[in-house]
């Protein structure tokens, strides 16, 4: 079994920041995550920087590190920890560029173990598969099973995130195949119990399978 799997959080793709900030606080309140993706679609520059440089310090309070989605150029003024980029967005060396050699660069690579390869010989600190359920987040372009990340712990030293509707209740054979880290959005903000229990509830299942 690889290491223990761990939380990825993904932010809402729209909230008001006074009462999202509260329910962030809770939530890291709840166990361990790894990270806190803030991912903002359809605002502005200014808004992104804006509700960044409020949500990172909540982040850092945790140990959590803060990453932005897309935007390697905005992550860079942030000073964030690093930044996730898809196929379509910036390309991994123009983010790499940005970054650092010291700051966070994951890559989205779909259902793709070319992607990924290619991804990880380039420098990725991580690459993301998925969607691996339906999500209301998004529609996905495509869709990945467990055994990807089956194939990938057996083939590659390079971490990997599972994508794409994860909840408490369906992230178990993501783990089992061995994901290092369950990314996950709605899963954790629309919990019946709240962001809190969702955690402490992905953590328990964690412990459970490490």
């Given at each position: ?11 809402p ?21 790894a990270?806190v ?89 991580y ?43 369906n ?19 629309a919990h ?7 955690v ?11």
């Amino acid at each position: 079994m690889p290491n223990r799997c761990r939380l990825y959080l993904i932010t809402p793709p729209v909230f008001e920041l006074e009462a999202f900030s509260r329910a962030l606080e809770g939530a890291l309140a709840g166990g361990d995550i790894a990270c806190v993706q803030l991912r903002l679609k359809d605002a502005g520059d200014a808004e992104v920087l804006r509700v960044g440089a409020a949500l990172k310090p909540i982040a850092h309070s945790a140990d959590t590190a803060f990453v932005l989605n897309d935007r390697p150029d905005l992550a860079a003024k942030l000073d964030a920890d690093g930044v996730h980029v898809g196929q379509t967005d910036a390309r991994y060396a123009e983010a790499r560029a940005l970054m650092g050699r010291d700051r966070i660069v994951g890559v989205t690579c779909h259902n793709s173990r070319d992607l990924a390869y290619e991804a990880a010989e380039a420098g990725a600190d991580y690459v993301a598969f998925g969607a691996f359920y339906p999500t209301g987040t998004k529609e996905p372009s495509h869709w990945a099973e467990p055994e990807i990340l089956e194939i990938w712990q057996e083939t590659a030293t390079t971490p990997c995130v599972a994508i794409g509707g994860i909840n408490v209740e369906n992230a178990a054979p993501l783990v089992h195949a061995g994901a290092d880290f369950i990314a996950v959005s709605a899963g954790v903000w629309a919990h019946v119990d709240g962001p809190r229990a969702a955690v402490a509830a992905f953590n328990a299942l964690f412990d459970e399978l490490s």
